[in-house]
Antibody, heavy 121, light 108 residues
Framework: QVQVQESGPGLVKPSETLSLTCNVSGGPISNKYWSWIRQPPGKGLEWIGYIYYSGSTNYNPSLKSRVTISVDTSRNQLSLKLSSVTAADTAVYYC???????????????WGQGTLVTVSS | DIVLTQSPGALSLSPGERATLSCRASQSVSSAYLAWYQQKPGQAPRVLIYGASSRATGIPDRFSGSGSGTDFTLTISRLEPEDFAVYYCQQYGSSPRTFGQGTKVEIK
C-alpha cells in the first residue's frame, strides 16, 4: 500500500515562493502520474497540475505561469513550487496519485493527508 | 474548462434514507471519465466511484454511480452514520481536470 506524505513550511510571506515536497513510500514513483491539488479552508478542490515519472508535466492554465512541479525518482519524491503567492493561495495542499497510466484510470486513488500553507506577512 | 455543477449544495437526511447527488457538466465528459470522492473533516478525499459507475476497491455496494454525457448521479442506497460527509465529482477526461463544488450530506 503506497503512502504519500506532504511536507514544507506552513507559513509563506506574500510575493515569495511556496515550496512543498511529497514523499512516496511503499511503492515506486515510476509509471504513474502524480498530481498536486489544493483546497482553501472551507472550500472545494482545485487541481494544480501533474507530473509523470519521466518528468513530463501538465499544469492548470489558471496557475501555469507560477507553477513548477518536478520529480526525483531516485528519492521517490516530487515537489511543488508556486511563485508570487498571495493570500488567495492559502490552502491545504495535497499530493495524489493516479490509479494508472491509461486515461480511463487517471482518477486519484492515493492521497497524502495534506499540508496547510498560510500566506501571510 | 469543463465546469461541474453539483446539486443540491447540502442534503439533510436520516440514517437509513436514500441520498441522490447530482453532477452536471458544462460539456460532455469524455467516455464517462468521471469520479466521485468522499471527504470527511480533516481528511483527504477518498475515491468512491470511477468511470461514472465502477466502484473503487473496498467501497460498499450501497454506493452506486450512473450517468453519461453531461449528467451524472451518485446514489447512496441506505445512509450509514459514517456516510455523512462532503461528496465531490471530478472529471479526468479533459485538461484541466476539474472538480464540482461539493455536496454536503448532513444528519437531519
Amino acid at each position: 500500500q503506497v503512502q504519500v506524505q506532504e511536507s514544507g513550511p506552513g507559513l509563506v510571506k506574500p510575493s515569495e515562493t511556496l515550496s512543498l515536497t511529497c514523499n512516496v513510500s511503499g511503492g515506486p514513483i515510476s509509471n504513474k502520474y502524480w498530481s498536486w491539488i489544493r483546497q482553501p479552508p472551507g472550500k472545494g478542490l482545485e487541481w494544480i497540475g501533474y507530473i509523470y515519472y519521466s518528468g513530463s508535466t501538465n499544469y492548470n492554465p489558471s496557475l501555469k505561469s507560477r507553477v513548477t512541479i518536478s520529480v526525483d525518482t531516485s528519492r521517490n519524491q516530487l515537489s511543488l513550487k508556486l511563485s508570487s503567492v498571495t493570500a488567495a493561495d492559502t490552502a491545504v495542499y495535497y499530493c495524489a496519485r493516479d490509479r494508472g497510466v491509461a486515461v480511463a484510470l487517471r482518477y486519484f486513488d492515493s492521497w497524502g493527508q495534506g499540508t496547510l500553507v498560510t500566506v501571510s506577512s | 474548462d469543463i465546469v461541474l455543477t453539483q446539486s443540491p449544495g447540502a442534503l439533510s437526511l436520516s440514517p437509513g434514507e436514500r441520498a441522490t447527488l447530482s453532477c452536471r457538466a458544462s460539456q460532455s465528459v469524455s467516455s464517462a471519465y468521471l469520479a466521485w470522492y468522499q471527504q470527511k473533516p480533516g481528511q483527504a478525499p477518498r475515491v468512491l466511484i470511477y468511470g461514472a459507475s465502477s466502484r473503487a476497491t473496498g467501497i460498499p455496494d450501497r454506493f452506486s454511480g450512473s450517468g453519461s454525457g453531461t449528467d451524472f448521479t451518485l446514489t447512496i442506497s441506505r445512509l450509514e452514520p459514517e456516510d455523512f460527509a462532503v461528496y465531490y465529482c471530478q472529471q479526468y477526461g479533459s485538461s484541466p481536470r476539474t472538480f464540482g463544488q461539493g455536496t454536503k450530506v448532513e444528519i437531519k
